[in-house]
């Protein structure tokens, strides 16, 4: 339960001397607590008897309802910055101000969805669960911890999902080229959070090669795509899926050359 403690300690620019506030943002914890679980499913019935899901979950929960509230309170400047009230007797904050609190508020919310992810990962009913399958469908799983390595600083969960269609057509090429079985091999162990240090460094060498992609510079793909299968190809044995599929029989492939005292002299 969202009690006026747990909000005010989420969003301090909302605390306030009396209840009155909270109330006017109270009619929106249930979107919020609808919101939670979306990402949650079969984790959201007990999640406030597990410690390492009750606090991002909380965080969701209450960013999301104050997400959706704000538009409908008054945004004011106060002495500590900016802030909201319930009534008209201070002076309102700038429209840059307001929206500059209302991203900020979304930011946190996306920061937030990612951490409950990631402890989500510790419940095996949630990892055996579709919505976990669909969340860890791409490499790119956590926007403010994986997105900065592909070049995007500002990156959080909505801009992930904007960037969606074109990381997963980015991750079709990469696919090509390392195999669908290596691809998956990553995806499951992230979502186990069981990876080995050679796959962080693929995951991350992806990942520098997806950001090279989304910019379009095409030479600094190939480049990270080259250094992406030698590290592979150096690392053979800790990439059975890899080494065993058709991407590797075709990184490897030489091509026939004739020599002078062929019999047959071969074309292409």
Request: aromatic share 8%; net charge negative; with cysteine.
């Amino acid at each position: 339960m969202i009690t006026r403690d747990i909000f005010e300690s989420v969003c301090p620019s909302a605390v306030m001397p009396t209840d009155a506030l909270f109330e006017r943002i109270a009619d929106y914890i249930a979107q919020g607590e609808a919101y939670a679980q979306r990402f949650m499913r079969p984790a959201w019935d007990n999640y406030e008897g597990n410690a390492t899901l009750a606090t991002p979950a909380r965080r969701v929960i209450c960013l999301e309802a104050y997400n959706l509230a704000l538009p409908h309170l008054d945004i004011v400047l106060t002495e500590t910055g900016i802030g909201v009230v319930n009534n008209q007797n201070v002076a309102p904050a700038s429209a840059e101000r307001v929206n500059r609190l209302r991203q900020q508020v979304r930011d946190s919310r996306d920061d937030a969805v990612d951490d409950l992810i990631d402890a989500l990962r510790g419940v095996q009913a949630w990892r055996n669960h579709i919505v976990s399958g669909e969340l860890f469908s791409l490499l790119v799983w956590n926007a403010h911890l994986q997105m900065p390595i592909m070049g995007i600083a500002d990156g959080h969960r909505t801009k992930l999902d904007e960037l969606r269609p074109k990381i997963t057509a980015a991750e079709e090429l990469l696919q090509q080229r390392v195999s669908w079985q290596l691809l998956n091999e990553l995806r499951n162990a992230q979502l186990e959070n069981s990876t080995t240090a050679n796959q962080n460094t693929v995951i991350h060498k992806s990942l520098l090669l997806i950001g090279s992609m989304l910019r379009g510079d095409v030479d600094e793909a190939r480049f990270q795509m080259a250094k992406l299968v030698e590290f592979l190809e150096q690392h053979l044995s800790d990439f059975d899926s890899y080494a065993n599929s058709s991407a590797h029989q075709a990184n490897t492939f030489t091509p026939y050359e004739n020599k002078k005292d062929d019999t047959t002299y071969f074309f292409g």
